[in-house]
């Protein structure tokens, strides 16, 4: 049995076993774990012959394609460091992730590397188009000249980075290990029960740790993956038909666009289990999606980028406590600590901590913030000398009588919508950009179909010319559509500080809190 060190390894052990089985589904694109194994073992190649060491940083800017699958497993067979970039980012955003990895290559699609080529011409960088697999050589290569592109990693070697919004600024990227994702999967696939005939609909971007992990639980238990891209919800029930979709893990608003559709009986009949992330899903969804789905087990779930998976709600926990955010994933330790890290009593809020083999290795380029969040884990029972590091969240929680975690709140500013982290200084920035605008605020406010909704207040020169529909526009061509606001806000006057001289982003999120209506509608 091959040792699970990396997600290759994942891909070599499911060949070896199930060879013949589906791997990979995408309309009439299908391939077998073997075919998959063969594709990748040639990549890996194409990457050892064009210099890519162990190590270096290849970041893929392309939308979920067989192609985009094999070149993830072959960077990593080669043992360099993934960055994924997520295919909705615009040019400023995919140049901030280039320049900050230090990425030496990129690679993408045909359109997209011509559409970012002038903003990439100054940045020492190759760039590939996606759709360039195979070797330089015209003959196949050997089996031994395959098995040398192959690099030998630990699994404490760093494997990919993933960037998410920081509460200050520009994207952070969050630098995940072999064992991170390893771990990550194995867990995962355990307390899914995930099987071999499984087919997971890959519904989530794979620059993001949950939709990476619908890929690699998916190596885990050799189910296959079918990706998609959809542009209206009535697509998904279709491509599920066509490709005996058996297992989906979404998003909130996902869910919601999910919910309004018609599932054919024999389609929501196959499902076995659907899963939900990246924000509380509330009762009435919840039973919605139990009636199109009726055999299927809802799994309700918590993490964060920086720990991957940190719990879940079982299927039989789901209907007493839809409030709750579950229990300890397997091989993850979660405590609710205080700030001088001893631990709450049942019922006190705290700082949701997370410990064990998810703890990924800290913010890449950012060893100040990885000491702020990326703490010693306090053993004051300890007899043995050794340090550990845990995730500090940032997330307040509590946990009850039956350890069972709520969600109460987040400390920062982060703004959850549809499923995304955002920062606010990555909007204002775009706003600031207008020279009549003086202050500019962003926030999030309680939004039925999105979970948070952006607002911007602004305080600008009393000649503006300028629209709040203008300065939307400027948004949806500047931002991902996830960041554009939904409303902007003019201040006749400076906006409100708080007492250490900050824009008081609470008060003004007071102020706009019932501006969207909180109740949920699912349409029949």
């Not at 800017?61 to 360099?80: D, P």
């Not at 699609?109 to 590939?128: C, F, Q, S, Y």
């Not at 087919?199 to 794979?206: A, D, F, Q």
């Not at 060893?367 to 703490?375: C, G, N, V, W, Y």
Request: glycine letters at 6%; aromatic letters at 8%; proline letters at 7%.
């Amino acid at each position: 049995m091959t040792a699970h060190i990396s997600l290759y390894d994942l891909l070599k052990d499911s060949a070896h076993h199930h060879g013949d089985r589906r791997a990979f589904a995408q309309g009439a694109m299908m391939a077998t774990y073997s075919e998959l194994l063969q594709d990748v073992r040639l990549t890996t190649k194409r990457l050892a012959d064009s210099g890519v060491q162990a190590g270096e940083r290849v970041a893929v800017y392309a939308g979920k394609q067989y192609e985009t699958v094999v070149m993830f497993l072959a960077i990593n067979a080669r043992g360099a460091i993934l960055v994924p970039i997520n295919p909705q980012l615009k040019e400023q955003q995919v140049r901030h992730i280039l320049l900050d990895s230090g990425a030496r290559l990129l690679v993408s699609t045909g359109p997209r590397l011509r559409r970012i080529e002038a903003m990439v011409k100054d940045i020492e960088i190759d760039a590939w188009p996606l759709e360039r697999l195979q070797p330089d050589h015209p003959d196949t290569p050997t089996d031994a000249a395959l098995a040398d592109a192959h690099s030998a990693v630990t699994d404490s070697d760093p494997a990919a980075i993933l960037y998410t919004s920081g509460s200050t600024g520009r994207p952070k990227g969050v630098v995940l290990s072999q064992r991170n994702l390893v771990s990550g999967a194995h867990s995962v696939a355990h307390y899914l029960s995930l099987r071999a005939d499984d087919v997971i609909l890959g519904i989530l971007p794979l620059s993001f740790d949950a939709g990476l992990s619908q890929l690699t639980t998916a190596l885990a238990s050799a189910a296959c993956y079918a990706p998609l891209d959809f542009l209206q919800a009535s697509e998904v029930p279709t491509f599920c038909e066509a490709h005996g979709v058996t297992v989906i893990t979404g998003v909130p608003p996902l869910w919601m666009q999910l919910a309004s559709v018609q599932w054919p009986q024999p389609t929501g009949a196959r499902l076995r289990c659907f899963a939900n992330t990246g924000g509380h899903m509330p009762p009435p969804l919840l039973e919605k999606l139990k009636s199109a789905f009726p055999d299927a087990l809802p799994y309700l779930m918590y993490g964060l980028t920086e720990a991957f998976r940190s719990t879940y709600l079982p299927p039989e926990a789901a209907a007493t406590r839809p409030d709750s955010i579950g229990k300890a994933v397997p091989n993850a330790d979660i405590r609710v600590m205080r700030p001088d890290g001893t631990e709450c009593a049942a019922g006190e809020h705290g700082e949701l901590v997370h410990r064990g083999a998810f703890v990924t290795l800290g913010y890449w380029n950012d060893p100040e913030l990885t000491a702020q969040r990326f703490r010693p884990w306090p053993r004051p029972d300890s007899q043995i000398s050794r340090t550990e590091t845990a995730v500090w969240s940032g997330d307040i929680v509590y946990r009850d009588s039956d350890g069972f975690l709520y969600f109460v709140a987040r400390s920062d500013d982060m703004i959850k919508t549809s499923g995304y982290r955002v920062s606010p200084t990555e909007v204002e920035e775009v706003l600031f950009a207008v020279d009549d605008v003086a202050e500019a605020a962003a926030f999030g406010v309680p939004h039925p179909q999105q979970g948070e909704a952006i607002i911007i207040s602004l305080f600008a020169h009393p000649h503006i010319q300028t629209t709040a529909q203008a300065l939307i526009k400027l948004c949806r061509e500047k931002l991902p559509t996830y960041m554009v606001p939904l409303h902007v806000s003019f201040h006749d006057s400076p906006l409100p500080r708080n007492p250490n001289g900050k824009i008081d982003r609470k008060q003004l999120k007071q102020q706009f809190s019932e501006f969207f209506s909180t109740s949920l509608t699912v349409t029949e």
